[in-house]
C-alpha cells in the first residue's frame, strides 16, 4: 500500500502495509481465496438486490445494464473526459507546486522553519474543511474544483518530497565522493535513485487522493463531472444510475492505482523486497 | 575538495541554525504567518470583493461566533455524528483487524474490500445512504463510518501482523493457550498500531463528518455554513472553517498525546 | 531421560521436501548435559525445537520419561536464542511468564520470580523492561524463566550466540555455576566446539544436509568445572578431534555440491 514507505514524519499515516509476517502469507493459494471473496460479494450483492428489493440497492446486474445504457448515451464517457481533464490539471499544479516546495524546503533551511510546520498542520488536517472557503470564493464553479483536487494531494506530497530529498545515505556519498565524483555524479547516481522509490510511492498515493478530491470537489459543485452525474442521480433517487457511475469511479481509482504500481515496480526492482 | 561534503556542510549548518535557540523555532513561522496575513488583508481590501473577507474580518468574524455563541450548538451536533460513527467503527474495526491480523484466511478474504475501500472515494456512496436511511443524524454516522473503518482495521491487522512470531512460539513453548496468546502477547503488541489507527480513524472520522455536513446540509456546521452563505456573509464562512480547523487541530494533538502512552517503554 | 530413536524430518518448501534430519537416535541421561554441536544448516535447532514439541517429526519417536512427545510439556522449558522476551513486561513479569500461564497465583510467582532473579544475578532489576538491559542481562531473563517453571529439562538454543564474546564467556561460567547448584537435564545447541567441550558431558556432533549423527564424543572432565580446562591438553586433542571430523565432512560436502554444479 506504499504508505508505510511513505512515512512522513515519525508515522503521520500510521502502519498502512503489510509490515512484517509476509512469510506466513506465502503458503496458501492467496489470490484464489482472493478472488473467490470478490466473487462471492458480487453474488451476494446480486442475490440480495433480487431478494430483497430494496430501492436502494439494485442487484448488481442492473447496475452493469443501467451503466451500458448511460455509456451509449454518451453521458458517462462525456463525463468521465471532463474529470479526468479536471483531475490531470489538478493534480498536474500540485505535483509541481509540491515538488518546487519541497526542493525549496530542503535547500533552505529558513524556507523549511516558516512553512513546514503549516504543510505539516494541514497535511494532518482533512482538506474537506477547507472546502467552504473555496466554494465562498470561487464560487461554484471549475476553479472550486480544481483547488479541492489540489489541496488534497498537495500538502501530502510536499511533505514526503520533503522527506525523499533530504534521505540522503552519508555512508553511499562518502563513498562517491571516495571516487571522486562530481555534484552532478553524485546526483544523478546517489541521489535521484535514492529519492526514486519514494518520489514514486508518493506520487501514487497523491495521485489515489487526488481522485477523492476530484469527486468531492464535484458532489459539491453538482454540476458537472462524475460527481456531477452522482448528485443528480442521487437527486433522483435513481439507485442503479449512482451506482452505474460509483462503478466508474472505482475503476478509475483501481486503473490510476494499478498503472502507478507497474510504474514503481518497474524503476524501484532494486528496492523491492 | 571544492565542493566535497555537500551533504556533510549541510548537516552542520541545519544543525546549528535549528539548536542555536528556541526563537529560530517561532520566528521564522510567526513571521510567514504575517506576511500571509498581509497579504491577505491588503489583497481582499483592495479586491472590493464581497465573497473575499479581510483577515481581520474573519479574526472579527471568528470572535463574534466563538463569543457570540452561535457556533457551539451547531459544532455539537456534529460531532455527535463524528463520535458515535467513531465508536461504532472503533467497535467494529478493532476486532476485524485483530482477526485479519492472526487468520490468514480471512485475512485473504477481506483483503480485496479493504484495499477497495482505502483507494475508492467514499463520498459517492453518499446519495445511496440517503435512499437507504433518509437525512437524518444516521446518514452522517454512516458516512463517518465508511471514511474510518478501514483505517482502523488496516492499522490494527498490521500491528498483529508486526508481533514477533518467536513471542509466539515462545508462548506456546510454556503451554500458552490461545486465550493466553492473545491475552499476554499478541493484544500487549498490537497496542501501539491500535492506538495509530485509532488516532487516525478519528481524523478519518472527523474528515467524513465535515463532508457529510458539507453534502447532507442536515443540521449541524452545515447548515450554518449554508445560511452564512446565502446571507453572503463570508467572513463568518472563513471563521466556520477556522473553528474546524481548530477543532482538527486539537483531536489531531490530543491523540497523539493519548497514542504516546501507550508506545511500548523505551530506554 | 530422553530417547530419540530413528528420527526424520523434512520440511515442506514450494519445490518439494527439504529433508533436514535423517535417522537421528541418541539418549539423553537424567542431569546429564548434552551439547548438539554442528555447522549452520545441519538441523540442529530444529532437533532442538523437535524435542520442546513446537516442531512435528516425520519418522522415528522421542520419548521422554518414556512418554512419546506431541507437544510442548511442563517437563520441559526453552531458552532461546534471541532471548524472545515479552518487550511490555517487567523483568519479574517475565520471569514469572511461565508460572502465571499456569495458574500459579501472583503471590506466588512472584515471589519465586523474585528468588530466580537473585540466582541469576539480577537482583535491583526486577522492575526493569527488556529494552533497558544488556543483551547479556536479557538472556539471565530468558534463564530464569525457564528455571521457574521447574522443568526436568532445559533445552537451550545457541542461547549465547547472540551475545559479544566476554559476555559469552561470562555467561558460560554462570550456567557452570547455576547448573552445579539446580540438578537439570540439559539439551544445548551450539555451533561453538570450545562451548560443547567446556558445558557438557557428552557431545553429539551433527553434520551435512540432511543432518545425522557423525559421533557422540564423551567428555571426560569432573565437575564442577571451570575455564581452567580449556588449556589442559586433554580440551585440545577433543578440540581438534572434533574440527577433523567436521573437517572432513565440510570438505565431503563441498565436493558433493560441485559434483551438483557439474
Sequence with gaps: MGIARVNARRSALGRMGHPSGKSRVTSTPGPLVEIGSLLGGLLAWELLGRVLGLSWLPPFSACVGALIDLINQGLILAQLADSVQALAIGFAAALLASFVIAFLMAEFELVDLAIGPYIYAFFLLPSIALVPVFLAVFGIGDLTRLAVIFVYCFFYMALNFHTAFLERDSALMEMAESFQASRWQRTRYVVVPMALPLVLATIRVGLSRAVKGMINGEQFIAIYGLGGLIETFGGEFAAVKVFAVILVVVALALVLDVLMRLLDARWTRWAAA | MTQSGGALEQGTRRSALRSSSGLWRVAPPLAFLAIVAIIWQLGAADAHNILLPTFTATVSAFVDIVVGGAIWEPLLRSNLTMIIGFVISAVIAVPLGLVMGRHLFIDRAAAPYVSLLVVMPAAPLLPIIVMMIGFGLSAGVLLVMVFTVVYIVVNTRAGIRSVDPRLVEMAHSYGANELNLWRYVLIPGALPAIATGLRIGLGRAFAGMVLGELLLLSSGIGLLLLTYRAANASDHVFAVVVVLLVEATLISSGMRRLERRLQPPSV | ?262
Design chain 3, 1 to 262: 531421560m530422553i530417547t530419540v530413536t530413528g528420527l526424520n524430518k523434512t520440511f515442506a518448501s514450494k519445490v518439494g521436501g527439504v529433508p533436514v534430519l535423517r535417522d537421528v537416535s541418541f539418549e539423553v541421561r537424567d542431569n546429564e548435559f548434552v551439547s548438539i554441536l554442528g555447522p549452520s544448516g545441519c538441523g540442529k535447532t530444529t532437533l532442538l525445537r523437535i524435542l520442546a514439541g513446537l516442531v512435528d517429526h516425520d519418522g522415528g519417536s522421542i520419548q521422554v520419561e518414556g512418554k512419546e512427545v506431541s507437544g510442548p510439556g511442563p517437563d520441559r522449558a526453552v531458552v532461546f536464542q534471541h532471548f524472545s522476551l515479552l518487550p511490555w513486561m517487567s523483568v519479574l513479569d517475565n520471569i514469572g511468564f511461565g508460572l502465571r500461564l499456569r495458574g500459579v497465583p501472583k503471590a506466588m510467582w512472584s515471589k519465586q520470580a523474585l528468588q530466580l532473579a537473585q540466582l541469576v544475578g539480577l537482583q535491583g532489576f526486577e522492575n526493569f523492561f527488556p529494552r533497558q538491559l544488556s543483551g547479556g542481562m536479557q538472556q539471565r531473563v530468558g534463564l530464569a524463566r525457564a528455571l521457574a517453571v521447574e522443568p526436568a529439562i532445559l533445552l537451550m538454543d545457541e542461547p549465547f550466540a547472540a551475545l559479544d564474546e566476554q559476555t559469552r564467556l561470562l555467561m558460560q561460567e554462570e550456567l557452570l555455576r547455576i547448573t552445579q547448584e539446580a540438578h537439570k537435564t540439559i539439551v544445548f545447541v551450539t555451533h561453538s566446539m570450545e562451548e560443547a567441550l567446556l558445558l557438557s558431558d557428552r557431545v553429539l556432533l551433527l553434520t551435512g544436509h540432511p543432518g545425522v549423527v557423525q559421533e557422540y564424543l564423551e567428555v571426560p572432565f569432573d565437575r564442577p568445572r571451570d575455564r581452567s580446562i580449556t588449556t589442559s591438553l586433554e580440551f585440545q586433542r577433543l578440540r581438534e578431534h572434533l574440527w577433523e571430523q567436521l573437517r572432513r565432512t565440510q570438505t565431503r560436502d563441498a565436493v558433493d555440491s560441485s559434483d551438483v554444479v557439474a
